[in-house]
């Protein structure tokens, strides 16, 4: 029921219970990345990259970082087993 006050301009307004909220459904797995998706606790499946719906109820959604680092390493001086010296340099590849 919507009542008028005595001022022209007010407007009240009855009170509205407040609504539940929902969890959203929908994960995001970003690029470089994949979702590894548990059902009660144990491992069900991995998704790719993108928009994935997972229920919240019982699902649940980690992600996991798979992108490649290079990285190099200074030049290193190995002694073989007839006491020559062997040095390079070399790349380290490394996933986080």
Sequence with gaps: ???ISSHPLTLVLPRLP???QFPNPFRRVEQ???GLVS???QFSRSVDPGLHYVNVASESLRTVD???QLSTVPKQAVMTKDN???GGQMMGISGN
Aim: contains cysteine; glycine residues 16%; charged residues 15%.
């Design 1 to 3: 029921m919507i009542m």
């Design 18 to 20: 407040p609504l539940p």
């Design 32 to 34: 470089g990345s994949v």
């Design 39 to 41: 059902r009660f606790g």
């Design 66 to 68: 798979v992108k490649i």
């Design 84 to 86: 020559g010296e062997c």
